[in-house]
Nanobody
Framework: QVQLVESGGGLVQPGGSLRLSCAASGFTFSTYAMSWYRQAPGKERELVAHISSGGGSTNYADSIKGRSTISRDNAKNTVYLQMNSLKPEDTAVYYC?????????WGQGTQVTVSS
């Protein structure tokens, strides 16, 4: 079955960096685009980054553009989100997402807390 397992979250000071990882299994990873979403307390889940199946095309939400990089390693079935210059407003649960056919799959999420 399809599984998405995020890791790499944690507590970081403002200005710090984190690299989130999402390990995928149960489908042919290299043929599907992947996305990262986040959901802050009391807010709706929002798309923050998207990468094409081959990794050649990426898109970012304005909120993280210029501070973050999405990438993937198709040999390891893993997608990453490198986040730099973190701000308190980046505090959220970050989710990995894949759309296979007409169904969307989510990981369990990883908590990112930016605080001094």
């Amino acid at each position: 079955q399809v599984q998405l397992v995020e890791s790499g979250g944690g507590l970081v000071q403002p200005g710090g960096s984190l690299r989130l990882s999402c390990a995928a299994s149960g489908f042919t990873f290299s043929t599907y685009a992947m996305s990262w979403y986040r959901q802050a307390p009391g807010k709706e889940r929002e798309l923050v980054a998207h990468i094409s199946s081959g990794g050649g095309s990426t898109n970012y939400a304005d909120s993280i553009k210029g501070r973050s990089t999405i990438s993937r390693d198709n040999a390891k079935n893993t997608v990453y989100l490198q986040m730099n210059s973190l701000k308190p407003e980046d505090t959220a649960v970050y989710y990995c997402h894949a759309v296979l056919g007409s169904y969307g799959y989510w990981g369990q999420g990883t908590q990112v807390t930016v605080s001094s």
